[in-house]
């Protein structure tokens, strides 16, 4: 079966340009996390969604950040403008339901120039 | 965001040898995980853990979910070189936060 799978894996820009991350989750997971991981703050959940519906946002840094998931097979993860301390590795992950296993994505390390 | 104190941070090993390392917590938690990641790749699951002094196996690597609930040890018995990489506990109380470890560093010298 495949996992959680996420594009592009690398992505460079220049500051102040839109950047857009993409999620497809485990078929058959209703919930879908977004992380970013830096090597000072560790793994740090941005935001979640269980069956298609922001549950927990708490943790997207500011309003440059926005996340949909238009379907139970697709999320994307936006940042507008993006700034040079948004570089980091942001993982996507999936659950059968909302206190189960997350299973991650392979990540996309985004840096911004 | 809180993070979940995981020692030692990092080591340097001997092909063959075994590995400990743990995970503390002053919260209480339901479960247990621990994953590896290896560079340039996501989080792999390894062992979950679902109750207090629970022992399981997966292969050379042996977890135990602490009868205080607020630790976890893993073992890694006979390391090889595909062993290296970053080993991360997560506790969550049965919700979606799950809380991550800082992370141990492990290098297997062949």
């Known amino acids: 079966d495949a996992g959680v799978i996420q594009s592009p894996r690398h992505e460079v820009t220049e500051m102040g340009q839109e950047v857009t991350l993409r999620c497809k989750p485990i078929s058959g997971h209703n919930s879908l996390f977004w992380y970013r991981q830096t090597m000072m703050r560790g793994l740090e959940l941005l935001i979640y969604f269980n069956n298609n519906v922001p549950i927990d946002d708490s943790g997207m840094p500011e309003d440059r950040f926005s996340a949909k998931m238009p379907n139970a097979s697709f999320s994307t993860l936006k940042i507008q403008p993006s700034e040079p301390r948004d570089s980091a590795v942001y993982f996507c992950?999936?659950?059968?339901?909302?206190?189960?296993?997350?299973?991650f994505g392979a990540g996309t390390r985004l840096s911004v120039l | 965001g809180q993070q979940l104190n995981q020692s030692p941070q990092s080591m340097f090993i001997q092909e063959g040898e075994d590995v400990s390392m743990n995970c503390t917590s002053s919260?209480?938690?339901?479960?247990w995980l621990w994953y590896k990641q290896d560079p340039g790749e996501g989080p792999v699951l390894l062992i979950a853990l679902y109750k207090a002094g629970e022992l399981t196996s997966n292969g050379r690597l042996t977890a135990q979910f602490g009868i205080t609930r607020k630790d976890s040890f893993l073992n890694i018995s006979a390391s090889i070189p595909s062993d290296v990489g970053i080993y991360f506990c997560?506790?969550?109380?049965?919700?979606?936060?799950?809380?991550f470890g800082t992370g141990t560093r492990l290098k297997v010298l062949a």
């Open positions: 992950a999936s659950s059968s339901w909302d206190g189960d296993i997350q299973y």
């Open positions: 997560a506790g969550h109380g049965g919700t979606y936060k799950y809380i």
């Open positions: 919260s209480i938690f339901n479960t």
